[in-house]
């Protein structure tokens, strides 16, 4: 066993050796200048003027003027790029020791096109001038590979899994991690909802998303504790142009899970005031599973025309957004509601697997019956950016409400009364109930010092957590943390850019005492006697913890290196210091440790990119470690009392060291046809504790994907695609208790999609078939997996988008 | 030009083999237990089974076997009333019912043992007195075994309290 394990790092060794191929360019020098204006001739100060491929980026002076002094010769472009306008590029002339532009006007941007526009540049640029593993998608992207969810929806992006809870629900994976360990932050604000759970989904509006950067490894010095494992990070919509008035409207169908929906957006601008505004609403019923039969553990659960037995849902979420910009100063104020409501497949959530009422369940396959949840999410932000001196300054205040609601029929365990008592604090059939408030602030400040461009924050959040309902999983409690960071990106020359960071965080959690709202009986010597037993006790853990990262980029021609090394640290949550009940959704006990150290990781990440006018090649492999993984333990042992004789999992910690990469290729066989794989791989392993030598829950198997794109020019159609993707996904054998080993599976896609040009106005349609052999397979990181629960049946996905213009 | 382009194929070829030998290697198993235990109930003696009945004010005796490939860690025996048909079993056949009813003092055994350790083979018995004065009916007995990895098997049965 050693020897295979030694033989994988060698390979890996040797894998990231190959990073250190480096290529010479000669660099002769001339000088480049212009000024850039904008329709009305008015000239544009703080205009980005990129130079490419060197991106070596200068800023307009109050004239509109940029001068670039030393470019190097094979400098074959440029691009201006200012908010509020479109993408401007200009190919550079050959042979010349001096350039000098006439005036460059800019176009004003229409929030549509923007998004097309913005892929190609914007993506390579951000890429290559971080040294942290990034991947950018748009809402073309998500329109184009739409799921159930926003997560479902990323799902392509090599490194990037779910754990998907039914048709509508789903958080993200990022590398195998998941849950605190993975942050997602909407217009600058970290979501915070109930993370923790894996039944919980993200209360994210997938339609309000128009561009979304997912960082696939330990963010920390930037978000602070919880970004341990990655970063999902949801950027604000861009402002409309000026004096426009418009919108889109999105449809959505689904045949899986008969779901219909969709959105209107509708925003405006005058000179300087804006807003935005949108509806969504989603209604689904059950989703069908290609199998007539699950067994839940070791029960057989007979389902009803393949359907999952309560599992529909529906969503109604509204955003407004609001403010003023001008060239110095931009605010604004987003306020936003998330509601979901959905139902859990009934068989499988209580004590044990459960018998269900069939006549009642299989009657209609849209209602939500017992056991479901409802979740509401409100967040109301502002951010102010503006400039003092040679300082970006930008502020960011926030409030959200996560108010969730687990409903479920009574049932009495340990010394729990038979019949529910009708003074009781909370309704019969609320088992559950958390409610959180956050308050967060944040300032941060950009500014330049010859080549350094400092990035300098703090920032503050404030949390409480109140719990109701008749069951006890985790206590109630309050929350503070607070950091400070400094980062600092130096541009050495042309091909070099280096980055540090610094950071310290404190937090404090102050939980709650709980106590039974029943007596249970105790025997001691012999004597019996009736008590409240209190379940978790008053506990104020402090923590306080210090992170660097370093890193490097060399971007010579058509290559691209990055590496990076790094510390991260995530606060252990209330429930791996307190929990002390029962998890409903997997039959067993889960106790706390209040002695938990705050976790720690180091990763090394690394990056090759190589472009040319055919082929794409990007590597990214990394190592990480963490000296005490919080890592849930299922024991040997039972609890008798609160627990009903289930199983009991303990917190604990562990050395854990993990290692993968993502590889995308792709290449353009004509101007019409593509080609691209996507692979992954992930390796964990608990280097210590109860669980040596075992990977880690939910740990993704390797996967590739190939996909095929046929984009052929049609006339009065535009952006038309044909695209199949064939996934296979290896057998996952390297399994924890209790994970089952999941086979191989081939799943394949298709899409289609257009935008049809009717005299003004354009229809933008996509379809996708999902699983189109409707095979039956199961995916190893589904909350359903325990429970031998296929993946869902063939899908047809239609979605049609209308934008409109109505005063421009 | 040529070596350029040479050498770039060169190196994709490099990366492509790299990755497929990297993906390849998942099959590679550490000596860990992956086994589940197993709970056997088919011996002439093992008590309860399927459809079993019980006699209010009588001591009954729990046998099963249980085995594991490394060493068994505990067991927990867990008998509720299923008055509302709230749960089925984990065998193929059904018992008959008695119609739904509301519990009013129904019986509720819980007791876990921890299985001695070292053993790969265990024998449990467990004596079990049925009170008097309980609700009769229609009872779910629930057996659940774990190894010492922390593996689970579960067994329910349907059991008539008379």
């Given amino acids: ?808 | 030009m040529n070596t350029l382009k040479l050498r770039t194929t060169r190196t994709l070829a490099f990366f492509c083999v790299t990755t497929f030998i990297l993906a390849s290697c998942d099959s590679d198993k550490n000596e860990i237990d992956t086994e589940y235990p197993v709970i056997d109930i088919s011996a002439a003696n093992a008590f309860p089974i399927q459809c079993s009945q019980v006699t209010r004010g009588q001591k009954i005796t729990f046998r099963a076997k249980f085995t594991d490939n490394t060493q068994l860690g505990s067991y927990s025996l867990d008998i509720h009333h299923n008055f509302d048909h709230h749960t089925h079993s984990t065998e193929v056949n059904n018992c008959i019912s008695d119609p739904i009813k509301k519990p009013v003092n129904p019986m509720l055994y819980i007791n876990s043992v921890t299985i001695p350790t070292g053993q790969k083979n265990y024998e449990a018995t467990q004596e079990i007195a049925i009170p008097a004065d309980v609700d009769p009916g229609d009872y779910h007995f629930m057996i659940r075994l774990t190894d010492k990895e922390g593996w689970q098997t579960i067994k329910g049965l349907s059991i008539k309290v008379l």
Wanted: proline share 5%; with cysteine; aromatic share 12%.
């Fill in chain 1, 1 to 808: 066993m050693h020897k295979n394990k030694s033989n994988r790092l060698r390979t890996f060794c040797l894998l990231l050796f190959c990073l250190a191929i480096v290529t010479k360019v000669s660099a002769q020098m001339v000088r480049i200048s212009g000024s850039i204006f904008s329709n009305g001739l008015k000239p544009l100060e703080g205009a980005i003027v990129t130079l490419h491929p060197s991106n070596k980026i200068t800023t307009t002076d109050k004239a509109g003027h940029f001068l670039f002094n030393q470019i190097p010769t094979d400098s074959k472009s440029i691009t201006v790029r200012y908010s509020g306008y479109l993408l401007h590029e200009v190919k550079l002339p050959l042979n010349k020791n001096a350039i000098v532009f006439p005036a460059i006007v800019l176009t004003p941007e229409i929030k549509e096109l923007q998004e097309v526009i913005i892929k190609d540049s914007y993506e390579a640029r951000r890429k290559k001038e971080e040294s942290l593993t990034i991947e950018t998608v748009n809402s073309s992207f998500i329109q184009r590979n739409l799921g159930g969810s926003l997560m479902q929806s990323l799902q392509r992006i090599p490194g990037v899994k779910t754990i998907s809870i039914g048709s509508g629900g789903s958080k993200p994976l990022i590398r195998g991690l998941s849950f605190n360990q993975v942050i997602v932050v909407e217009n600058g604000i970290k979501h915070e909802g109930q993370q923790w759970g894996a039944d919980h989904g993200l209360e994210i509006d997938q339609y309000a998303v128009n561009r979304v950067e997912i960082i696939k490894g330990p963010s920390s010095f930037i978000y602070g504790s919880d970004a341990i494992g990655g970063a999902v990070n949801i950027k604000p919509i861009p402002l409309p142009a000026k004096n426009v008035l418009g919108g889109s409207v999105d449809l959505t169908g689904k045949s899986n899970n008969e779901q219909f929906g969709g959105s209107v957006n509708l925003f405006g601008r005058t000179e300087k005031w804006f807003f935005d505004s949108r509806l969504t609403a989603m209604d689904y019923g059950d989703y069908r599973v290609p199998t007539d039969t699950v067994h839940v553990y070791n029960y057989a659960v007979p389902l009803y025309k393949n359907h999952l037995r309560n599992t529909a849902g529906r969503e109604l979420d509204w955003h407004i957004s609001t403010g003023y910009s001008t060239e110095k100063l931009k605010s604004v104020v987003y306020v936003s509601n998330i509601y979901s409501k959905s139902g859990f497949f009934a068989n499988a959530h209580g004590l044990e697997p459960r018998n269900v009422d069939t006549a009642l369940h299989d009657k209609s396959s849209r209602d939500i019956l017992m056991p479901f949840q409802e979740v509401t999410h409100i967040k109301i932000s502002n951010t102010t950016s503006f400039r003092l001196g040679s300082h970006q300054l930008k502020t960011q205040l926030g409030f959200q409400k996560n108010f969730r609601r687990e409903y479920s029929h009574y049932v009495n365990h340990g010394y729990m009364p038979p019949v529910y008592p009708a003074a009781m604090y909370a309704p019969q059939d609320l088992e559950r109930q958390y409610d959180k408030e956050v308050f967060s602030v944040a300032i941060k400040d950009e500014f330049s010092i010859r080549n350094h461009q400092f990035t300098v924050g703090v920032n503050g959040e404030q949390q409480q957590n109140k719990i109701s309902g008749w069951s006890f999983l985790i206590p109630a409690f309050k929350q503070v943390n607070a950091g400070l960071f400094v980062y600092d990106k130096m541009q050495i020359n042309d091909l070099w850019l280096l980055h540090g960071a610094v950071r310290m965080d404190y937090g404090r959690i102050e939980m709650q005492q709980y106590t039974d709202w029943f007596p249970s009986e105790i025997t001691e010597n012999d004597q019996t006697s009736a008590e409240y037993l209190q379940r978790s006790s008053a506990l104020t853990r402090t923590f306080g913890s210090f992170n660097w990262s370093a890193g490097v980029n060399y971007n010579p021609g058509k290559w691209s290196f990055k590496a990076n090394l790094g510390t991260s640290f995530r606060m252990p949550i209330a429930k791996e210091l307190a929990s002390n009940g029962v998890n409903y959704h997997y039959f067993r006990f889960e106790k706390g440790d209040p002695n938990l150290g705050a976790e720690r990781s180091y990763q090394l990440d690394l990056g090759m990119d190589w472009k040319s006018n055919k082929w794409s090649v990007q590597l990214s492999p990394f190592f990480n470690y963490f000296p005490n993984y919080i890592y849930l333990n299922p024991t040997s042992q039972h609890d008798i009392y609160y627990g009903a004789g289930n199983q009991v999992f303990e917190y604990e910690q562990s050395k854990v060291m993990r290692y993968g990469a993502e590889l995308q290729m792709r290449y353009q066989f004509t101007p019409q046809v593509s080609g691209e794989i996507l692979a992954e791989y992930l390796y964990s392993e608990q280097l210590s504790g109860s669980k040596k030598g075992y990977t880690l829950p939910f740990s993704p198997p390797a996967s590739v994907l190939f996909g095929l794109n046929y984009t052929p020019e049609i006339k009065n159609l535009k952006d038309t695609y044909f695209s199949l993707d064939y996934r296979y996904n290896a057998a996952q054998n390297q399994i924890v208790p209790p994970e089952k080993k999941t086979a191989s599976s081939n799943v394949f896609n298709l899409a289609f999609g257009t935008k049809v040009i009717a005299g003004q106005q354009d229809f933008i349609l996509s379809m996708q078939v999902q699983n189109l052999f409707n095979t039956k397979y199961l995916n190893h990181t589904s909350f359903y997996r325990l429970i031998e629960l296929p993946e869902a049946s063939r899908n047809i996905i239609l979605s049609l988008k209308i934008p409109f213009l109505m005063h421009k």
